[in-house]
Nanobody
Framework: QVQMVESGGGSVQAGGSLRLSCAIS????????MGWFRQAPGKAREGLAA???????LYADSAKGRFTLSRDIVKNTLYLQMNLLKPEDTAMYYC??????????????????WGQGTQVTVSS
């Protein structure tokens, strides 16, 4: 069982930056990839960026150019650096872990462990 705890959310003005962190613990032996997602009120959860155990990455179009995923293996922490934030980035942000070896994807159905989320609010 993988435990994931997000932090770093908050309220910022448009154009600002935030760095989200996801502390990972528990049994990660079956984890193949981890990623960042967000969910705005009334909308489906959306994949933003993911990293595979082989260090390959995936980015959604909405994240390319503004968001950067990284990880610190020693600290067992996943990060999402978010720059040039826009009001439409307002959402609850989650990290997730997946174990489907045959498919590296941002589809939420492939992720089986989730954190509790951290709120990001961007004002205009």
């Amino acid at each position: 069982q993988v435990q994931m705890v997000e932090s770093g959310g908050g309220s910022v003005q448009a154009g600002g930056s935030l760095r989200l962190s996801c502390a990972i613990s528990g049994d990660t032996s079956n984890t193949v990839y981890m990623g960042w997602f967000r969910q705005a009120p009334g909308k489906a959860r959306e994949g933003l960026a993911a990293i595979h155990n082989d260090d390959s990455t995936l980015y959604a179009d909405s994240a390319k150019g503004r968001f950067t995923l990284s990880r610190d293996i020693v600290k067992n922490t996943l990060y999402l650096q978010m720059n040039l934030l826009k009001p439409e980035d307002t959402a609850m942000y989650y990290c997730g872990a997946g174990s489907m070896r045959e498919l590296f994807t941002l589809r939420t159905s492939a992720y089986t462990s989730w954190g509790q989320g951290t709120q990001v609010t961007v004002s205009s």
